[in-house]
């Protein structure tokens, strides 16, 4: 890496870092770009230099968050949790570390879902795929198990499953269920979608 990319990229993470940080101390919607500049020690310009709008602040920081939950959600998993116990040992971390600011969260949802196709949103796309990759590993290791049938499409399983935690997520945090019940619900759906994989007798 060349010094001005090293720059560029220090400039990056201060700008994240500040980022982060407002969003902690008063919360997305509460915190404006000149602030964000000024918390990063740069000027308002040099911001949107990389950033087009106070959105993409929130992907920068939550993208960072997910990744780093994500590998350390996989990187604990017990070495004899059944499938299900897996998906709750992931699932439920980031129950959790939305419910620091729920408001933020149901924002930055909504963020990824709506945003523009461009460099920003691709990144999201790619670690949405690794997401999948991962979850899918464990639905082999569960059909190595016995657990799944062998004729289970793991790629499929791994999306459906993800499907019923965004589903669950976005009733919690669109005010449908609270918290606990969200997560019943999860554990629930979860469950009854691993009947329908059991190998058949």
Excluded: C
């Amino acid at each position: 890496m060349g010094l001005r990319e090293k720059n560029k990229q220090q400039k990056l993470e201060r700008i994240v870092k500040a980022a982060r940080e407002l969003f902690a101390e008063k919360g997305y919607a509460e915190t404006t770009t000149f602030e964000v500049a000024e918390r990063a020690e740069i000027g308002t310009g040099t911001l949107f230099l990389y950033v087009k709008k106070k959105s993409e602040l929130l992907l920068l920081v939550y993208g960072d968050v997910i990744r780093q939950t994500t590998d350390q959600q996989f990187a604990t998993l017990p070495e004899a949790a059944s499938l299900l116990d897996s998906l709750l040992h992931i699932f439920t971390a980031f129950f959790h570390l939305y419910e620091q600011r729920p408001d933020d969260a149901y924002a930055y949802i909504k963020e990824v879902l709506f945003h523009e196709a461009d460099r920003l949103h691709s990144s999201h796309i790619e670690q949405f795929s690794f997401f999948l990759e991962k979850m899918a590993i464990l639905v082999e290791r569960a059909q190595e198990r016995g657990e799944v049938a062998p004729d289970i499409d793991v790629q499929l399983a791994s999306a459906n499953f993800f499907s019923i935690y965004y589903m669950t997520l976005t009733s919690w945090l669109g005010g449908m269920r609270s918290q606990g019940e969200a997560l019943e619900y999860l554990k629930s759906s979860l469950a009854l979608f691993i009947r329908g994989l059991l190998p058949r007798s």
